[in-house]
């Protein structure tokens, strides 16, 4: 093709049309442009379908992260909420005078379970969303809405987690140190345990590590309830993104 070219050029010149050559070698930039112009849309039509798979790809795993954070608030945390808060209410009854006992081993027992969910498990995932951001690739999400719920979503569990990380009532280590927990026999208790924990429910210790406990349960539950919220508008978010570029 390029010999071609040459052949037409030197035709040109060697017949003294000076006004064609000139037509021709514009018409050969010309061609040049385009091809380069076509080659470079060509290339940013891969690149779009590159990117587009892989801001599918991305949504899909942000999609399942968010609805096992989901799962996972509910079950750790929503689900045994409700008891935990019953038992340090009924610690703070007792103390106060208001609460008498009727089953001493399941008042020892329930005591125990005002403990779950303490601050060192006061996590959820966030491995999609911290790899798409080390990787430089949160602009890969096209839909502004949804790159600034996203980052607004991470942030603010980010900032809350700072504020909670830390609170730290005593509670479950007091409640531990008065009682061995067997995991295999989670509702079993020694006598004298049972005693000790009796006892030990009756002090101002650990009456105001269960009030710090308490308070600590409000604020937890009250972030894990608008983090499941938040989490659910993206899923929605995602869910419509993804059926919308289907359709279209």
Known sequence: MLRFFRHIRKSLMEQNKIRAYIFY??????????????????????????NNNLEEYYLELLSEELQNNIEFIQWFYLDRYDRKKDALEMLRSYYQGEYKIRDSTKFALELGYGAVFGTQAFQISTAVFDEIISTG???????????????????????????LRDYDSGYLQAINSYRPFDGEKPDSISHFDRALVIKMAK???????????LTYAYQAVAFMLRIRENAENIIALIDELMVNRKDA
């Open 203 to 213: 002090t101002e210790e650990l009456y105001t590590m269960a009030t710090a406990e």
């Open 137 to 163: 690739n949160l602009g890969i999400i096209q839909d502004e809405e949804l790159r600034k719920e996203l980052i607004g979503y991470y942030s603010e569990y980010e900032t809350l987690l700072v504020s």
């Open 25 to 50: 070698a514009v018409g050969e930039i010309l061609l040049v442009v385009i091809g380069i112009l076509l080659a470079l849309q060509i290339n940013n039509w891969n690149q779009q379908r590159i």
